[in-house]
């Protein structure tokens, strides 16, 4: 199966040759010839597979041959987001995508001056890429109007539920005309997911191309179990002893991100942060350089880290495991994109026990554990069983007053235990 049987417009067949993509992906192959006859869709594909393509090209050419001429602050396809950066990346897509096409798109987010968005927004947008809130404050602006909307896509429509968009969504899609496409893309399919879909979707397809809530296959991977202390002397030993490279690492909060990253650069490693409290000019800068190999660590947070496409990266580090099992995977799915393989280690210290099993259990999978020699943890990571469970071990009857025999104590971990 060709880009041409599928039915996208020479101009488009004609840039995908130069972007080198020779075949359709499986969610293209499916969502493409859906979106060019105005189906609604709701799929379900992991990070990596294309699905940025599957909606951009058919949405590029309904736009290039349909439609009244753009009215003034007029949009055609609106793009919401979760993050400023996934933004960006979208809007570096469809501007590729798009080369041969007499189309504009842009993308607007908070965090930067909403003036210049206003003025650009004048002539009219055929694709504007947006977060919500920075969206709404420029429809209350009046700097958007939305009668020419024919499709609206909702990406990582997940995520943006999980960083509590909601009531800004459903002020959006009050601002909406009714009568419009609407593709829904998500990475995982909650129960929420599943009611905004009933209410925003006309029969749409539906698309599953992975089983939800599986890990990236292509990429291998496995936690290294080790005191919570150690971590980053841990990985600053993998770093050298392992000859990582490129290498995006992720931890828990802005302030570990903080830390982390100084630690790496007082003991000369290249590295950058990015995370919410860093402005956007900042994010971005971090970003460019590490997709540039000018920085060889990238240490982020969850909120940032969203979306981010990084051509063939080799390696992703957790730090800290996710507090939301789903991130997990999202995680991870930044590398082994695109039919590459790729590597993604977690160091686990004793209290990340719960994670861990949440982690195993939604991915149905029990991750493999290798100690590094060295780093062996004086506090043990609790057993996980094949599903991913937590071992309990039964409590003993308590007895006050002994203290507890020599050589032996006990790390709580909430209602369960082990000893060591
Ligand atoms: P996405 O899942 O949309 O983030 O895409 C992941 C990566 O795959 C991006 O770097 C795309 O440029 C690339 N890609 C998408 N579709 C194809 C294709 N049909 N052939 C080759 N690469 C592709």
Sequence with gaps: MTFATLGLIDPLQRTLVTLGYHAPTPIQLQAIPAVLKGRDLMAAAQTGTGKTAGFALPLLQRLTQEGP?????????????????????????????????????????????????????????????????????????????????????????DRMLDLGFADELDQVFAALPRQRQTLLFSATFSSAIRVLASELLRDPLLIDISPPNTAAKLVRQWIIPVDKKRKTELFMHLLRHHQWGQVLVFAKTRNSVDQLTDSLTAQGFKADAIHGDR???????????????????????????????????????????????????????????AGASGDAVSLVSADEARQLAAIETLTQALLKREVEPGFEPEHKVPVTAPGGQLIKKPKKPKKPKSAPAKGKSRIHLGNWFEEK
């Design 69 to 157: 001429k753009l009215q003034s602050n007029a949009v055609r396809a609106l793009v919401l987001v979760p993050t400023r950066e996934l933004a960006e990346q979208l809007l570096h897509s469809f501007n590729a995508y798009a080369q041969d096409l007499p189309l504009r798109s842009y993308a607007v987010y908070g965090g930067v001056a909403i003036n210049p968005q206003m003025m650009a927004l004048r002539k009219g947008t055929d694709v504007l890429i947006a977060t919500p809130g920075r969206l709404l404050d420029l429809y209350r602006q009046n700097a958007l109007k939305f009668d020419q909307l024919q499709t609206l896509v909702l990406d990582e429509a």
């Design 279 to 337: 402005p956007q000019p900042s994010r971005l800068r971090a970003l460019t350089r590490f997709k540039a190999a000018e920085v060889q660590i990238l240490v982020a947070t969850d909120v940032a880290a969203r979306g981010l496409d990084i051509d063939a990266l080799p390696l992703v580090v957790n730090f800290d495991l996710p507090i939301v099992a789903e991130d997990y995977i999202h995680r991870i799915g930044r590398t082994g994109r």
